[in-house]
């Protein structure tokens, strides 16, 4: 029997139409574990969205547009998080006091 690597390198040989097959094949393989349960909940979801792009409920964004909302989202949680650190710093009184150039100084320490 052909180890892994093997196997991967004897596909690799075949004709491309032949490896389309063999991919097929494979991810149907796959397809078959799926728990039924899983799947049609994803279904649901699937066309709920769907129904609200079609019933103009939401608008449509791409990928890029929605990564890029949600690293700016996460940038903004970041932000507060951190003024909630400095204000609460500042009322217990451990807020570093001093110039830019005292501050430069610690954080070069």
């Known amino acids: 029997m052909l180890s892994v690597e093997e196997l991967i390198q004897e596909a690799l040989f075949l004709p491309s139409a032949t ?14 574990d799926i728990d039924e349960n899983i799947q049609n909940s ?4 699937a066309k709920k969205r769907r129904d ?3 019933n103009y409920t939401v608008e449509p964004i791409s ?10 989202e996460n940038r ?4 507060l998080a ?6 609460q710093a500042f009322k217990d009184g ?8 005292d501050l430069i100084a610690d954080l070069l320490d």
Request: aromatic content about 4%; hydrophobic content about 40%.
């Open 94 to 101: 451990t807020a570093k006091r001093g110039s830019v150039d």
């Open 63 to 72: 990928g890029e547009v929605g990564l890029a909302q949600e690293q700016i």
């Open 52 to 54: 609200e792009i079609r």
């Open 82 to 87: 951190n003024a909630q650190e400095v204000t």
């Open 42 to 45: 994803w279904n649901i979801e």
């Open 19 to 32: 490896r389309v097959f063999l991919v097929e094949k494979l991810i149907e393989s796959l397809e078959s």
């Open 76 to 79: 903004r949680v970041e932000i």
